[in-house]
């Protein structure tokens, strides 16, 4: 301790204490903060000043705040003390949140929200209407959260629309912090255009996770703002297995692309419980494909062989993309009962075996072929597709797996009957592609290469982002509705490097999105696409020509 013994350091510390020496002990004490002094006697030295009383004991901590203590050890057990000695003395801490310099305040500021002081709540009102410092604005806004009083909504709410977004930040989660119904629709409220309240906002309202609260969250997997329903799934995504009794319930009367983002966020959570509410969608086919494929979908997420029966007829779907969700669902939920469905389905021969087959194959569902290769007619049907229309890359997986289970004369035999690959004239256009369906990207996956393509495809957006920066492919198509990272934000990391006309960005996603509606027609409204960054809409479900019509308006065949 730099020539200062450390045993009549402490004695004389002691001794000033006892006198009620400010000015002696403040002259000691900055010598226990040296970066050199052994954090033994600092912690000895906080320890008697706890025994101090409060007159002594406050005017020291205010002096020993203010000094440059490196070991973060020693700065928690002085905040503790502080703590220590806040608690039961309202008046002191009202007057150093109020007439102390800036580091001080804002650590008795903490203290009386952690400690409950409901008694600060008058001065803390008083400082969030008349300071100017934000970092104090937060401060108090926080401690008045806590605080938890309903008087208060009023000075939060206020606070909520400043421009500053820490400052909003603050007051929207204080408002979560009071609970209550109340409280509740304030947050709902808050809800518009602005991108950055929208977010705090849902974010806020999954911290309450009362039934009234999941109940509001989830209703906004409804909501036509992108970024809204996108950070809904997020925060049901971590409220996990306790969100499913909401989800499900919200199935009745949803409309059609609320129920595909309930269905697809309970797929996300992966929650066994979810099953049978999943398969009753299933076993009543909706009209609507874009329905059918989030239900088939959500199943290879929540394997469950027992009930997996119900998913043969997916396979039999007039849409392909849905055919190819419910082919990887059933590779995930193989069972006893349902590869028995599968033969009967094969055995047809029909255009819908034929379909089943290519679906099969199609998506890379290899589980299912140990079961099937020795069924004559899953063998006719898989040779045809295999030769006739299944894209290199997918062939070359599908043969692959046939010789590993023993089917070599097969492979073979294909191998003879396929056209000689010619050379593309597309192998130098790069296009990427990014979806959190592994289906989706086969499928596009299988379709880019028919065109002459040969796409990347990305599972995790955030794998995406820094190749697209440093290769800037041709073209990207992306999903919009993604977790974590969805497609709009993805789009907006590419605009920092490019824009519109550097590098076209293709939207994929259901109806409602991106549109409007005028005197009852939806359309598809410009002004909306060139905020966001993205060059087109394609919406699922598509047809192969629309496929083809949005893929070449940006890149020659």
Known sequence: MSGINATEFIEELIFCLNEEDVVKA??????????????????????????????VAFPLLEYLIKIDISDPKIQESLYELILDKSFG???????????????????FLKAAGELLLADTAPALQKIIAEDKDKDILVAAITSLGNLRLPESLPVFTKMATQADNEVKQAA??????????DAIDQLIGFIGEDEETNIFTVEALAEIQDLYALDKLTSLLSSKVTIVRDTAIDQLMKLGNKATPILTKAFENAEADYLVHLVTTLGYIGDPAGVTPILDIINTQPE???????????????????????????????????????????????????????????????????????????????????????????????QTHAITKADPATREVFLKKMTSIGKKDFVQKVAQKVPENK??????????????????????????????????????PEDAIPKIIKEKPDLVITDLNMPNISGLELTREIRKKFNRQDLPIIMITTQSDFVEEKEGDIRIDDSVLTKSGINTILHKPFTDEEFKKGILAFIKA
């Open 26 to 55: 403040k002259a000691l004490l900055q010598f226990a903060s040296d970066s050199d002094v052994d954090p033994d006697v600092q912690r000895k030295a906080l320890v008697e000043l706890a025994k101090a009383p409060e007159k």
């Open 89 to 107: 003395n309202t008046d002191l801490v009202i007057k150093y949140i109020t007439e102390n310099e800036k580091k001080a305040r804002l650590l």
């Open 172 to 181: 929207i989660f204080a408002i979560s912090e009071m609970g209550g119904n």
């Open 288 to 382: 609507d494909a874009n329905i059918r494929q989030a239900a088939y979908e959500a199943m290879e997420r929540i394997p469950s062989p027992k009930t997996a029966i119900s998913l043969v007829q997916g396979l039999q779907d007039p849409i392909e993309s849905v055919r190819m969700s419910a082919a990887r669902a059933i590779d995930q939920n193989l069972s006893k009962a349902l590869v028995a469905g599968l033969r009967n389905v094969v055995r047809e021969k029909s255009d819908d075996s034929q379909n089943a087959v290519a679906a099969l194959i199609d998506s890379d569902a290899s589980n299912i072929f140990n079961f099937l290769s020795e069924e004559e007619s899953f063998m006719d049907l898989a």
């Open 423 to 460: 050379a593309s004239e597309n192998k130098a256009t790069q296009i990427f592609v990014v979806d959190d369906s592994k289906m989706m990207l086969k499928l596009y996956q299988n379709k880019l290469t028919t065109l002459g393509f040969k796409p990347v495809t990305f599972y995790r």
